[in-house]
């Protein structure tokens, strides 16, 4: 185990829903982030905080909408999804060191869109 | 811009014989290089990073990489595979600071 865990690990939602991603870590880290991995895709970086403050906003649909109330939580809030949003959506937490941020990742969740 | 690109799509090798998982990279200055390993249903692990220290870099069960700053290059080996290798493999770069640039990735095939 990685000490970042994410819940739920699987979510059926339809398009009217609305559902939140939970990421916990308990690695005393101060930047999270949240990425999705969809399909003959690579990674795409949603979203990051540090110290508990948006840093990255890479473009993503206001459908997606994150919290991040301490440095150890992040939630990342969902309605109104569309099929195309169906994905693996990964949490991870880093600790700057020297200046490098090593991540360190949550199992996923895996979201269906129908 | 600083972008990573993985030269296989796919490798398949047989138990016990080496591995080889090419990336080049493109920095215009001296990049952090990381790679991560994805097994099915799981999050990335973390296999090794290059932070400008030592270009021979050696990473958990047994993967090492070589950084080549005249080839930009910073390719994956194992000598002797094992079916738990089976995964997806994913090269990253990093200029500093919270921006990374993943590769999409090489899916491992072990046979045995």
């Known amino acids: 185990e990685t000490g970042v865990t994410q819940t739920p690990r699987h979510l059926v939602m339809g398009m009217t829903n609305k559902k939140s991603l939970k990421c916990e870590q308990h690695?005393?880290?101060?930047?999270m982030y949240w990425y999705k991995q969809s399909a003959k895709k690579p990674l795409e970086l949603m979203f990051v905080y540090n110290f508990k403050e948006q840093t990255e906003n890479n473009s993503v649909p206001s459908r997606f909408s994150p919290e991040c109330p301490n440095s150890s939580h992040l939630f990342l809030h969902l309605h109104t999804l569309q099929p195309e949003d169906s994905a693996l959506y990964l949490c991870a937490s880093s600790q700057e060191w020297t200046g490098i941020y090593e991540q360190y990742f949550g199992p996923g969740t895996r979201l269906t869109v129908t | 811009a600083q972008s990573v690109t993985q030269l296989d799509s796919h490798v398949s090798v047989s138990e016990g014989t080496p591995v080889l998982l090419r990336c080049n990279y493109s920095s215009s200055y001296s990049p952090s290089l990381f790679w991560y390993v994805q097994h099915p249903n799981k999050g990335l692990q973390l296999l090794l990073k290059?932070?400008?220290?030592?270009?021979l870099v050696k990473g958990i069960n047994g993967f090492e990489a070589e950084f080549k700053k005249s080839e930009t290059s910073f390719h994956l080996t194992k000598p002797s595979a094992h079916m738990s290798d089976a995964a997806e493999y994913f090269c990253?770069?990093?200029?500093?600071?919270?921006?990374?640039?993943f590769g999409e990735g090489t899916r491992l095939f072990v046979k045995a």
């Open positions: 690695l005393g880290h101060n930047a």
């Open positions: 290059y932070t400008s220290a030592a270009t």
């Open positions: 990253v770069v990093s200029p500093g600071g919270f921006k990374t640039n």
